[in-house]
């Protein structure tokens, strides 16, 4: 009887064992999702309250279309950014083209 019951008591064991091994697994891929989770949703937040501000004033950023160029245009302080490479497509036009181009970006 004894022999029976310790043969109970190893099967036991060994399933909890494997139990609690799979319960550990099943609970470290949650956090793990959740945390992946979490940071998208933080990355979104953030890219939300900057997307399209202004860097130097924090108003909207308006996108304008110049001589085939988009550039950032802010609606309160009127500063002009650039995203990347679109200054490369600037030194990339003629001299007479790029002095137009500024010209129209600065309003004269």
């Given at each position: 009887?004894?022999?029976?019951?310790?043969?109970?008591?190893?099967?036991?064991?060994?399933?909890e064992?494997?139990?609690?091994?799979?319960?550990?697994?099943?609970?470290e891929?949650?956090?793990?999702?959740?945390?992946?989770?979490?940071?998208?949703?933080?990355?979104?937040?953030?890219r939300?309250?900057?997307?399209?501000?202004?860097?130097?004033?924090?108003?909207?950023?308006?996108?304008?279309?110049?001589?085939?160029?988009?550039?950032d245009?802010?609606?309160?302080?009127?500063?002009?950014?650039?995203?990347?490479?679109?200054?490369?497509?600037?030194?990339?036009?003629?001299?007479?083209?790029?002095?137009?181009?500024?010209?129209?970006?600065?309003?004269?």
């Open positions: 009887m004894t022999d029976d019951r310790r043969r109970e008591d190893d099967w036991f064991q060994l399933n064992k494997e139990l609690l091994d799979a319960a550990r697994a099943a609970r891929k949650r956090e793990t999702e959740r945390a992946a989770k979490e940071r998208d949703e933080e990355l979104k937040r953030l939300d309250l900057h997307h399209m501000k202004c860097p130097k004033c924090g108003h909207d950023l308006m996108e304008e279309t110049l001589e085939g160029i988009d550039v245009r802010c609606t309160f302080c009127e500063g002009i950014f650039l995203d990347a490479g679109e200054l490369e497509k600037l030194f990339l036009k003629k001299d007479a083209d790029r002095k137009g181009l500024l010209r129209k970006l600065i309003g004269v």
